[in-house]
């Protein structure tokens, strides 16, 4: 049988070539099949182009949420480009059927679109991860009362444009999602007026990415869509030196405030009826009563609201206990100083090892605040993106794709962890101390910042005096002058450890990978605990001298000095001192 499909012509075009199948089958078996597939195909391409063929980012519906106290309903925005790659944003707002047009002008959109450090262009395993994590971290740009930017027409509300604010938000829902409020600022307060949502066109936004990034958009859509099985990269290799080099590194003492009670200012005050727990919220007083409930959250869903029928579970027994602490002095492409990089190990309540990394902080840029000011502090989401808001001025001045400051939650084999899901954090707030600007405190805070979940101290003493030297302070503390005396103490400890574990071990090594742990020991070089440093470290530590040695717990005063120790699959003992290394490798 032979079977033509007839092809459309026109007047200005030449007749196509018609194709013609033979098939053995049935009558009327390929015609259906033929159909079907080209139906399918139509489908797709329809879909596709409804998703992504409008590049016109003009006319753009506003969505309105109800205010208390105000009347005024959105009806479009649009988004103008302007000379040198700025763009002019003109929304229109109604109120009793009468519009007014608002602008904003020569606003530089580029800061609000994810864009990667020029510095992992050509890593496609970072490229995905840091424009997926830019693109699902929260970005609202306050464009203050008074910003040349803002026109506003005279009698607006009533209003002037001395007295009118406007943020524009990227949301943290995926591609295209942003969010628009107007806020009136008088004498009395501040109020606002206006809420609304649009839906950024996906072609004009893929364009606009591609773009920025000199990548395509196709290659990160399901990421920076969150397409259906998406898991945000969870199990990347992550390569911290592609990103910093580290320089130096020193031992943090680290206390975990789990039994004292927990704080909330602000925003955590007013989210605190999103959280979702089994007993009366007054019954949950301390860190670790938050932890051991696992709350939920309502879930933060398109187009920009909480949905209490949706709730978005936890599970902070992946943070439990907080092992061990650790301060590196790194330098970064995208900074001409050095910077500072911690590092906190902890361990879920199963044994498995965690390790959270944040890099590229600027020590002087860490406010000195009391605890029950700590959203005064450095108060930004995990990953790679700017504070959750942020004035458009301040914005202007530090560009997110050039910061060197970014965040990751990896496991015991140094994987990425899906710490939204896997967690239920999103978020890290960091201040120095309001009595000694050489400590630290460090909070974990919840999905959606509805709460924060736990409150570290590191006490970065060692670090500040060695890396920040003030004159006072050196002469006064002699402790950590390098000396011939030091390096000589500090090879005959390593000398007396390996002596020790040589001299220990006893079996034939049955583990096939090398074996990295962190020994204390004390002034006499007696090795006081031991750290494994993967989970391979704690499966295999009876078939190494440490299986009659005591595990340390946490990181203490246990010992005066800490080693880093390797067992080879052949017999092999390697030690070194611990400063310099990883704590996992």
Same mark, same amino acid.
């Given at each position: 049988?032979?079977?033509?499909?007839?092809?459309?012509?026109?007047?200005?075009?030449?007749?196509? *070539?018609?194709?013609?199948?033979?098939?053995?089958?049935?009558?009327?078996?390929?015609?259906?099949?033929?159909?079907?597939?080209?139906?399918?195909? #139509?489908?797709?391409?329809?879909?596709?182009?409804?998703?992504?063929? &409008?590049?016109?980012?003009?006319?753009?519906?506003?969505?309105?949420?109800?205010?208390?106290?105000?009347?005024?309903?959105?009806? &479009?925005?649009?988004?103008?480009?302007?000379?040198?790659?700025?763009?002019?944003?003109?929304?229109?707002?109604?109120?009793?059927?009468?519009?007014?047009?608002?602008?904003?002008?020569?606003?530089?959109?580029?800061?609000?679109?994810?864009?990667?450090?020029?510095?992992?262009?050509?890593?496609?395993?970072?490229? $995905?991860?840091?424009?997926?994590?830019?693109?699902?971290?929260?970005?609202?740009?306050?464009?203050?009362?008074?910003?040349?930017?803002?026109?506003?027409?005279?009698?607006?509300?009533?209003?002037?444009?001395?007295?009118?604010?406007?943020?524009?938000?990227?949301?943290?829902?995926?591609?295209?999602?942003?969010?628009?409020?107007?806020?009136?600022?008088?004498?009395?307060?501040?109020?606002?007026?206006?809420?609304?949502?649009?839906?950024?066109?996906?072609?004009?936004?893929?364009?606009?990415? #591609?773009?920025?990034?000199?990548?395509?958009?196709?290659?990160?859509?399901?990421?920076?869509?969150?397409?259906?099985?998406?898991?945000?990269?969870?199990?990347?290799?992550?390569?911290?030196?592609?990103?910093?080099?580290?320089?130096?590194?020193?031992?943090?003492?680290? *206390?975990?405030?789990?039994?004292?009670?927990?704080?909330?200012?602000?925003?955590?005050?007013?989210?605190?009826?999103?959280?979702?727990?089994?007993?009366?919220?007054?019954?949950?007083?301390?860190?670790?009563?938050?932890?051991?409930?696992?709350?939920?959250?309502?879930?933060?869903?398109?187009?920009?609201?909480?949905?209490?029928?949706?709730?978005?579970?936890?599970?902070?027994?992946?943070?439990?206990?907080?092992?061990?602490?650790?301060?590196?002095?790194?330098? #970064?492409?995208?900074?001409?100083?050095?910077?500072?990089?911690?590092?906190?190990?902890?361990?879920?309540?199963?044994?498995?090892?965690?390790? =959270?990394?944040?890099?590229?902080?600027?020590?002087?840029?860490?406010?000195?605040?009391?605890?029950?000011?700590?959203?005064?502090?450095?108060?930004?989401?995990?990953? =790679?993106?700017?504070? =959750?808001?942020? &004035?458009?001025?301040?914005?202007?001045?530090?560009? @997110?794709?050039?910061? @060197?400051?970014?965040?990751?939650?990896?496991?015991?084999?140094?994987?990425?962890?899906?710490?939204?899901?896997?967690?239920?954090?999103?978020?890290?707030?960091?201040?120095?101390?309001?009595?000694?600007?050489?400590?630290?405190?460090?909070?974990?805070?919840?999905?959606?910042?509805?709460?924060?979940? #736990?409150?570290?101290?590191?006490?970065?003493?060692?670090?500040?005096?060695?890396?920040? @030297?003030?004159?006072?302070?050196?002469?006064?503390?002699?402790?950590?002058?390098?000396?011939?005396?030091?390096?000589?103490?500090?090879?005959?400890?390593?000398?007396?450890?390996?002596?020790?574990?040589? *001299?220990?071990?006893?079996?034939?090594?049955?583990?096939? *990978?090398?074996?990295?742990?962190?020994?204390?020991?004390?002034?006499?070089?007696?090795?006081?605990?031991?750290?494994?440093?993967?989970?391979?470290?704690?499966?295999?530590?009876?078939?190494?001298?440490?299986?009659?040695?005591?595990?340390?717990?946490?990181?203490?005063?246990?010992?005066?000095?800490?080693?880093?120790?390797? =067992?080879? @699959?052949?017999?092999?003992?390697?030690?070194?001192?611990?400063?310099?290394?990883?704590? $996992?490798?």
């Amino acid at each position: 049988m032979t079977t033509t499909l007839p092809t459309p012509q026109s007047k200005n075009t030449q007749p196509v *070539q018609t194709v013609e199948y033979v098939s053995n089958l049935p009558h009327g078996v390929i015609p259906c099949a033929l159909a079907a597939s080209v139906l399918s195909l #139509s489908a797709i391409a329809g879909f596709v182009y409804l998703r992504y063929g &409008n590049f016109n980012s003009t006319q753009i519906p506003l969505q309105t949420e109800s205010v208390q106290g105000s009347n005024l309903v959105g009806e &479009n925005i649009s988004f103008y480009r302007a000379p040198n790659s700025l763009y002019n944003i003109e929304f229109e707002i109604s109120q009793n059927g009468q519009s007014t047009p608002i602008l904003l002008n020569n606003v530089d959109l580029r800061l609000m679109i994810p864009q990667i450090p020029a510095s992992i262009r050509g890593n496609q395993a970072l490229t $995905q991860w840091f424009l997926t994590e830019r693109e699902f971290n929260r970005q609202r740009v306050i464009f203050s009362a008074g910003s040349p930017e803002i026109y506003l027409p005279d009698g607006f509300m009533g209003y002037s444009s001395e007295e009118i604010s406007i943020a524009v938000t990227n949301n943290c829902l995926g591609a295209g999602y942003w969010e628009l409020a107007v806020f009136a600022e008088t004498s009395e307060g501040k109020q606002k007026i206006y809420q609304g949502y649009f839906d950024f066109p996906k072609g004009a936004y893929s364009r606009l990415v #591609s773009e920025l990034n000199g990548v395509s958009y196709w290659d990160h859509a399901p990421s920076m869509e969150a397409w259906p099985g998406f898991n945000f990269y969870s199990g990347m290799p992550f390569d911290l030196d592609a990103i910093r080099t580290a320089k130096r590194r020193y031992l943090v003492d680290a *206390q975990d405030l789990k039994h004292e009670n927990i704080l909330a200012t602000n925003e955590q005050i007013s989210k605190a009826k999103l959280m979702v727990v089994n007993q009366p919220l007054e019954t949950i007083e301390t860190w670790e009563d938050l932890q051991q409930t696992n709350p939920k959250f309502q879930s933060f869903v398109p187009p920009g609201i909480y949905n209490p029928n949706k709730l978005w579970k936890t599970d902070y027994s992946q943070i439990s206990h907080l092992q061990s602490a650790t301060a590196k002095t790194i330098e #970064s492409p995208l900074a001409n100083e050095e910077l500072l990089e911690l590092e906190l190990t902890l361990k879920s309540q199963s044994g498995k090892l965690r390790k =959270f990394i944040v890099s590229g902080v600027d020590w002087h840029q860490i406010p000195q605040v009391s605890t029950d000011q700590y959203d005064r502090g450095i108060y930004i989401p995990i990953g =790679f993106a700017p504070p =959750f808001t942020d &004035n458009y001025e301040q914005l202007k001045q530090n560009p @997110p794709h050039k910061s @060197p400051l970014f965040s990751v939650m990896l496991d015991g084999y140094n994987l990425a962890m899906n710490y939204r899901k896997d967690i239920g954090i999103n978020g890290l707030v960091m201040h120095r101390d309001i009595q000694n600007p050489h400590k630290l405190h460090f909070y974990f805070m919840s999905y959606e910042r509805i709460t924060l979940v #736990s409150h570290y101290v590191l006490d970065l003493t060692q670090w500040v005096l060695m890396e920040h @030297p003030e004159p006072e302070a050196m002469s006064a503390v002699k402790t950590f002058d390098y000396t011939p005396s030091m390096a000589l103490s500090q090879v005959d400890l390593n000398q007396k450890v390996y002596t020790q574990l040589d *001299q220990a071990w006893q079996t034939n090594p049955q583990f096939k *990978q090398r074996l990295t742990y962190r020994i204390f020991v004390d002034s006499q070089g007696v090795i006081t605990g031991y750290l494994p440093s993967s989970n391979e470290a704690q499966d295999w530590v009876d078939n190494t001298p440490l299986s009659d040695m005591s595990r340390a717990s946490e990181f203490d005063d246990r010992g005066v000095d800490s080693f880093r120790v390797v =067992f080879t @699959p052949r017999g092999g003992i390697e030690v070194s001192p611990w400063w310099g290394w990883d704590s $996992q490798e």
